[in-house]
C-alpha cells in the first residue's frame, strides 16, 4: 500500500490532465489524418464502391416500407438526426460523406443502400448504422430513394 | 423527518436536477440513439469527430457503514470509425465522511470486424489509476464485495492501485433487440496481485422500432429498456463464485432532445456480498463535430 500525500495527489490530478491532453491530441491527429484522405478522394467512385459488394441476397431484398406513407418523412427526420452532418442537409454531400443523390445512390437497389447502412464503411469512416432498428434503417432508405438526383448535378452542401 | 438526513438530502438534490433537466431538455427535438446501459457495452463505437461528455451517478447502500454517492464523468471521442477513446475522472461521497476525487481510467475500443457479423467484437483495453476509496463500481471484478467499501475515506485512499483491464465486448443486435456480453480479465500491476474475472452481461430494446413522422420528445422510440447483470468470478489463485457479488438491474434510457440522453438503473444485490441497492442515473450529451472544430482550431482544416 502506498500512502497518499498532498504533492503526490497534485502529481496525480497533472498527470490525469497531461494523459487526457495526449490521448485527446493522438485522437484528433488521427481524426484529422483520416479526414485529410476523404478530402484527397474528391468524391471520386470510391465513395460508391461499397454499394457493389453488397451480397446479392441483400441487394434483392425489397425494401418492406417503400410504399408505407410516413416512411419518407420519419426517414427525413432519422436522416437529419444521423446522417446529414457528414452527407450533408441536403444530402447533396457534406464535407465528410459524399452525395446520396449521385446516380450510384439512386440507381442502387434498396436492398444494397441497407446494406451499405447496415454494415457501414469502417475504414473510410462510415460507422455501422445497426443500432438503429431495421424498420428505421428502411425508413432511411425509402426517404433517399424518394430524393432523385440533385436539381444542380455538382451542388455540394456547405 | 430528519431534513438534514442524507437521504433526505439526496432526494431533495435529485428531485431539482430532474426537474431542471425537465425543463432546459422537453423543448427540443430528439436526435441522439444510445443505449441503456451503464456497465455493459454493446458494439457500437463514438461517431468519428464526435465528443460524449457523460455524468454519472450511483448511490448505493451500505450496511455495517456509511451509504455513498459516487460519481464520475467521462469524455467519449470518436477518434475514427473503428476507434473510441475515453477519459474518466472519478469520485465519492461518503456521507457522515467526506467527498473525494479517487482517481482517473484511459479507455480505448477497437472494432476488430470491418462489417457486421452474427457476434461483433470489440477489444477493450482501459488503463485506471485509482484510489482505495474509488467506489464507483463500473465494474465488478474478482472478489469485490460489499464490506470491500466499508473503510473511511481518509483510509481507503491511502490505497493506491494501477490497473490494466481488458475486456472482449461481444455484441448482438436483432429484431431490435440488443444482446451483449463482456467478459473482464484485470490486472493489478504490482507484481504478486493474480489476474481478476468478471462478466457483464445486457439485453435491451427501443420500445418502438419504428420512427414517428413527427419530431417528437416523447415517443416511444426515443425510449430505450432492458435489464443488465453483472459481476465477478473469482481471480486466477481462486477462480470461481465463492467470495463474489452479483447485481441485476433494469436500465432505461430516454434519447432526449439534441442529443442528450438521460439513463436510469435501479441494481438490486443477488447474494449477500452484495451492496442491497445500486441506484444509478447518468447524463449524457453528444458534441457532433468537435474533432472538426479542434482541428480547425488549430489551423488543421482547409
Redesign the interface.
Known sequence: MTKFNSSCRRDTLSKTLLAGLCVLGVSLAFAQTEESAATKRERSGHDYAELAKAPEKWRIKENPLATDPDAVAAGRKLFEAHCAECHGETAAGGKKGPSLRAQEVQQATPGAIFWVLTNGVVRRGMPVWSKLPEPQRWQIVTYLKSLGPPPNHNEVSK | MDLSSPAVKLTTALRTIALLLFAVLAACV??A?E?PYIVTY?H??E???NLEVEYYSAFATQRGGNDFHAFWLE?E???????T?E?Y?DGQTTFDDSTI?T??R?ENRF?LL???HFINPVLYVEYE?I??ADKIMKEIEGHDVESDHLDPNGLA????KHELELKLLLSK?F??W?VALNPLFTKNLSPSEPWEFGYALGASR?LA???????CTFCR?NFVAGVEMYGGLGDAKSPGLHETSHYLAPVVAWNLPSDWTVRLSPGFGLNDNSHRLLLRWGLSHEF??F??M??RLFG???
Open positions: 430528439s436526435r440513439q443505449s454493446d457500437y463505437l461517431e468519428p469527430g469524455f471521442y470518436g477518434a475514427t470509425a473503428w476507434w477513446t477519459l475522472l476525487f482517481g482517473f484511459l472494432r470491418q462489417h457486421e489509476q484510489s482505495g485512499r491511502q490505497e493506491h443486435t429484431n431490435g440488443n427501443p422500432l419504428k420512427a414517428s413522422s413527427k419530431r422510440e457532433s463535430g474533432g472538426e479542434i482541428g488543421g482544416r482547409r
